[in-house]
């Protein structure tokens, strides 16, 4: 009689290879897995990530868009342009305020949109009210970047309370913004002709 090839048992071994090679996958994937490099990897993305949320590598850092920003020009709008001072910064503070708030709490609940991420006024109220704001936005900025280098934070895990959303991606999107909104300050100052001269 013939003996009859172990079928079951080879392809239990090339299914056990396959599962490997998943899974071997998906760590990659994760930041996981990369063997004596992770942590060195690890480090390297968080480092540039704080990097690209404070600025200053390919453009101006936000604080310096808003540093010396005369007080009678802060509710000023410029020709051709949207927006104004306390709008671009306001508007700015509350998105990041929203996007850290959902990154680390549950039960935050985001203002209503487009509305609630805008002031109702063209101008501060007072002055005081503009430092609040500028006061707001660096705390915030800096809370996020703590989250960003806690090494505990999984950058790449999936937001519980989210729908897809990662602290890698909630970090790329902020810093986006704020770069966006950071080329509209510089373009409001220099059009006031308040963007000091090189």
Do not use: C
Not at 33 to 60: T, Y
Not at 95 to 110: A, C, G, T, Y
């Amino acid at each position: 009689m013939k003996k009859k090839k172990p079928v079951a048992r080879a392809s239990s071994k090339k299914a056990s290879k396959k599962t490997s090679k998943k899974s071997a996958a998906a760590k990659a994937a994760n930041g996981k897995g990369l063997g004596a490099n992770s942590g060195v990897h690890d480090a390297a993305l968080r480092k540039h990530l704080i990097d690209v949320l404070k600025g200053g590598s390919a453009h101006v850092q936000f604080m310096d868009a808003l540093e010396e920003f005369p007080p009678n020009k802060r509710g000023t709008f410029a020709p051709g342009l949207p927006h104004t001072g306390w709008q671009l910064l306001e508007h700015s503070r509350i998105v990041q305020w929203d996007i850290l708030e959902f990154s680390r709490n549950p039960k935050h609940v985001s203002p209503g949109f487009p509305e609630g991420y805008w002031p109702k006024t063209p101008g501060p109220l007072t002055e005081a009210e503009w430092d609040k704001s500028v006061q707001s936005f660096q705390h915030d900025l800096n809370e996020m970047v703590e989250l960003v280098k806690n090494s505990r934070t999984d950058l790449f895990a999936k937001i519980p309370h989210g729908d897809g959303q990662t602290i890698l991606r909630e970090a790329l999107v902020l810093a986006d913004h704020n770069a966006y909104h950071l080329g509209q300050l510089v373009d409001l100052r220099r059009a006031l002709g308040t963007w000091p001269q090189p």
